[in-house]
């Protein structure tokens, strides 16, 4: 491999297949020099979708895998029966250090307990969280968990919050990232007990907490990190999907709803496709398994190629500023100052 | 008072005062002839506001109040010191009887809380609901809880479920609303305890489930009726405000990128005026405070006269199809069954 930085890719993942992924790679082989990819899978089909346009010798490598974890397979076959899975050698690439960082669009339950088995949690995070990075008026946030932990103490909240700090720090360049807690009601009596007691921690803390923020103000710029626990960020993430795509039919179909309005769709259709550029959920595609030791990037199980690549950007973005060891660091210190 | 429905209107709450509330209740008058309405405030700032242009004599009545509860009153307070309200003295003439409902945009924590002590709960509902309805693909959804219940038990998701099957049946003439739990996958093994545990209520029960529903799947026609803890609830409807605020800024940006594109955004302004009406908050105002026994609607603190007639006209369906009774029939049933 050459100098710079080498990323593990599941080749197998996702549900369009090994085509936009090759695809994907591709794209940011091109983009950049730093960047080599190894990708895991059926040698067979890789090189079937690499086709007559062989990718530059040198910065990329097959490493076979003779199995794939499904959507529907549940973490006990992923993690015990499948030990030759394309998922599984992707991440066995971060472990022996062959690789600094792994991607897959495959089942992300699987990817995080394959990842927990084989890289480990980092000391002093009891559970690694995900994360991903929305758009917002004037920026974007950052957001976890967003499913990993459906049940999560006030002492989790605490760490995904640092956690959150961590990666915003690290590629936002941004030294005191704001950190909000998801709650119904920005008064101090609202919520529940977890997230009572969690603003009591982050209260005290050294990290820059604003206080409680309500769903909508995720879309704003109130805070640079928005804490919850997996099954509300779950929730709120799929239902803001639910609402760009309702807000898309309707209007596509007002556009279509006479020759005129066709007519005009036609004269706002740049508009309407820079518009639809800026809420484009692939410039957003890429969520980050925090709290592992080693970069672990979940991509969207329905990512084509410019979304891929856009999760191998992350992937160099956390591997270049070193995020796990910061957040060892991190943990360390608070160890410490607590001892 | 006229023949007809008469609805006690809280003409003191939310942010934009006593005119919008007057002219909203105008709007219905208007409409409709069998309303009738108690406008429960300060008679000077009510009588100021109606001017010049009288309300319909015998279908209209200024009722006293010489309190207010404030938007940041605390439940406390609103319930013991302030039994002079316009809310309290609302909620007061659904019990009397004169008048079959009542509707604010005040204090959401201290409607319930005033609601539940005075009209009581129906005998077999642990816990009242907010339950709204939203728009979706190829019609809407009706979603509970959405606030008043931050941890929920399995017996509290199936009364709501319950609760939201006899709203969907009286007030959209479904007779068998399909009911949807709200999760954050679609597998059995996902999810909390709560909502696993109430997955198997359901599944045994006579209301027509329909397994689990994702964030996204609100805005589609997975489920008439989608349910949730309170917690989760409001964050999924205020994460849905935030992100059409964003798609609202972000069409505005791009339309007034450049003068061509005001130009093209002059042509598609009855275009955007249809599609933003769709969207438009307003259309759907009126929350149901469901499992009371009473019909008690919560309107917006920020609605305006249009929104604030929806919520009027919401109240007036429910009384129409004695929701209060229904449910109350429903668990009397449910409770012989289990005996």
Same mark, same amino acid.
């Given at each position: 491999m050459s100098a710079g930085f080498t990323v593990a890719v599941d080749a197998m993942?996702?549900?369009?297949?090994?085509?936009?992924?090759?695809?994907?790679?591709?794209?940011?082989?091109?983009?950049?020099?730093?960047?080599?990819?190894?990708?895991v899978g059926d040698p067979d089909e890789i090189q079937k979708h690499i086709g007559n346009n062989p990718?530059?010798?040198g910065r990329t490598e097959i490493v076979e895998a003779s199995e794939v974890v499904n959507m529907d397979d549940s973490v006990a076959v992923a993690l015990r029966n499948k030990k030759k899975s394309s998922m599984r050698i992707a991440i066995d690439q971060v472990k022996s250090g062959r690789a600094s960082a792994c991607v897959s669009s495959g089942n992300t339950s699987a990817l995080?307990?394959?990842?927990?088995?084989? /890289? %480990? =949690?980092?000391? @002093?995070?009891?559970?690694?969280?995900?994360?991903?990075?929305?758009?917002?008026?004037?920026?974007?946030?950052?957001?976890?968990?967003l499913g990993a932990n459906v049940d999560c103490s006030a002492?989790?909240?605490?760490?995904?919050?640092?956690?959150?700090?961590?990666?915003?720090?690290?590629?936002?360049d941004n030294s005191r990232p704001t950190v909000g807690l998801l709650n119904i009601g920005s008064e101090d009596i609202k919520g529940n007990e977890q997230v009572k007691e969690a603003a009591e921690l982050l209260s005290d803390s050294?990290?820059?907490?604003?206080?409680?923020?309500?769903?909508?103000?995720?879309?704003?710029?109130?805070?640079?990190?928005?804490?919850?626990?997996?099954?509300?960020?779950?929730?709120? /993430? %799929? =239902?803001?999907? @639910?609402v760009a795509n309702l807000v898309s039919v309707y209007l596509k179909e007002e556009f279509?709803?006479?020759?005129?309005n066709k007519l005009v769709g036609l004269l706002a259709k740049p508009i309407l496709r820079s518009f639809g550029n800026r809420i484009d959920p692939r410039q957003y595609n890429g969520a980050s398994l925090l709290g592992l030791k080693g970069v672990v990037i979940k991509s969207h199980g329905s990512a084509?190629?410019?979304?891929?690549?856009n999760a191998i950007n992350i992937a160099l973005l956390e591997i270049a500023n070193d995020v796990p060891s910061k957040i060892s660091e991190s943990m360390n210190q608070s160890h410490n100052s607590v001892a």
């Amino acid at each position: 491999m050459s100098a710079g930085f080498t990323v593990a890719v599941d080749a197998m993942g996702g549900d369009k297949g090994t085509g936009v992924i090759v695809e994907g790679v591709r794209q940011v082989l091109s983009a950049r020099d730093d960047a080599n990819l190894l990708l895991v899978g059926d040698p067979d089909e890789i090189q079937k979708h690499i086709g007559n346009n062989p990718l530059p010798k040198g910065r990329t490598e097959i490493v076979e895998a003779s199995e794939v974890v499904n959507m529907d397979d549940s973490v006990a076959v992923a993690l015990r029966n499948k030990k030759k899975s394309s998922m599984r050698i992707a991440i066995d690439q971060v472990k022996s250090g062959r690789a600094s960082a792994c991607v897959s669009s495959g089942n992300t339950s699987a990817l995080m307990a394959i990842s927990k088995f084989v /890289l %480990k =949690t980092i000391p @002093g995070i009891d559970r690694p969280a995900i994360c991903t990075t929305i758009p917002a008026l004037n920026g974007h946030t950052h957001m976890l968990d967003l499913g990993a932990n459906v049940d999560c103490s006030a002492d989790h909240l605490y760490q995904f919050a640092a956690m959150g700090s961590i990666l915003a720090h690290a590629i936002d360049d941004n030294s005191r990232p704001t950190v909000g807690l998801l709650n119904i009601g920005s008064e101090d009596i609202k919520g529940n007990e977890q997230v009572k007691e969690a603003a009591e921690l982050l209260s005290d803390s050294t990290l820059n907490y604003v206080g409680f923020v309500e769903g909508n103000e995720i879309y704003t710029d109130r805070a640079d990190i928005v804490v919850c626990d997996g099954f509300v960020g779950n929730v709120s /993430l %799929k =239902t803001s999907e @639910g609402v760009a795509n309702l807000v898309s039919v309707y209007l596509k179909e007002e556009f279509m709803r006479s020759p005129m309005n066709k007519l005009v769709g036609l004269l706002a259709k740049p508009i309407l496709r820079s518009f639809g550029n800026r809420i484009d959920p692939r410039q957003y595609n890429g969520a980050s398994l925090l709290g592992l030791k080693g970069v672990v990037i979940k991509s969207h199980g329905s990512a084509d190629a410019v979304a891929f690549a856009n999760a191998i950007n992350i992937a160099l973005l956390e591997i270049a500023n070193d995020v796990p060891s910061k957040i060892s660091e991190s943990m360390n210190q608070s160890h410490n100052s607590v001892a």
